[in-house]
T-cell receptor, first 112, second 114 residues
Framework: TQLLEQSPQFLSIQEGENLTVYCNSSSVFSSLQWYRQEPGEGPVLLVTVVTGGEVKKLKRLTFQFGDARKDSSLHITAAQPGDTGLYLCAGVDSNSGYALNFGKGTSLLVTP | DAGVIQSPRHEVTEMGQEVTLRCKPISGHDYLFWYRQTMMRGLELLIYFNNNVPIDDSGMPEDRFSAKMPNASFSTLKIQPSEPRDSAVYFC????????????FGPGTRLLVL
């Protein structure tokens, strides 16, 4: 099992601030996904990045996949209370082709 | 579509009792996954099925855990006997293609073993 380390573990900011969360591993992944999980619900997919160096934007969220496909970042511009939740990254292992490994997540709280 | 359906949503039981968690995947999805989520260990893949056949059960913690998928629309995860350390939120997810594709998660079953 490839370990995915996410940082920071917890983040509390005020509405309007910018933030970046990170997902790092020593393993190479064929693709990496970011999910958001709200309390009492299951994770919901936000984006999949496949190519090293790839940048994807989803409104105020910017996702980047590292050149070596071992790490990724999520940047949120002008955070809003609706962004509150647990952000999880998940990697598809290049060797096996199928194992889906999740990080422990970054718990984000955005206060008005 | 109703999405992935899990039952029960909450379960409280005593140590030693048998626990059965149920999942109905999204119709037409070929893959079904069972995960366990705790604060300490995060979200862990327990087992997944492709076309009702178990593909990888290396995440199943021990023999007390078993999972079945008798048909394309139903799966169970059973713990017998249950232990306090099994307390967690158990998620079922389904996917149209392989694990690299989008997984659609159910709302989870929150299990507390006393």
């Amino acid at each position: 099992t490839q370990l995915l380390e996410q940082s920071p573990q917890f983040l509390s900011i005020q509405e309007g601030e910018n933030l970046t969360v990170y997902c790092n591993s020593s393993s190479v992944f064929s693709s990496l996904q970011w999910y958001r999980q709200e309390p009492g619900e299951g994770p919901v997919l936000l984006v999949t990045v496949v190519t090293g160096g790839e940048v994807k934007k989803l409104k105020r969220l910017t996702f980047q996949f590292g050149d070596a496909r071992k790490d990724s970042s999520l940047h949120i511009t002008a955070a809003q209370p609706g962004d509150t939740g647990l952000y999880l990254c998940a990697g598809v292992d290049s060797n096996s082709g199928y194992a889906l490994n999740f990080g422990k997540g970054t718990s984000l709280l955005v206060t008005p | 579509d109703a999405g992935v359906i899990q039952s029960p949503r909450h379960e409280v039981t005593e140590m030693g009792q048998e626990v059965t968690l149920r999942c109905k995947p999204i119709s037409g999805h070929d893959y079904l996954f069972w995960y366990r989520q705790t604060m300490m260990r995060g979200l862990e893949l327990l087992i997944y099925f492709n076309n009702n056949v178990p593909i990888d059960d290396s995440g199943m913690p021990e023999d007390r855990f078993s999972a079945k998928m008798p048909n394309a629309s139903f799966s169970t995860l059973k713990i017998q006997p249950s232990e306090p350390r099994d307390s967690a939120v158990y998620f079922c997810a389904s996917s149209l293609a392989g694990p690299g594709e989008t997984q659609y998660f159910g709302p989870g079953t929150r299990l507390l073993v006393l």
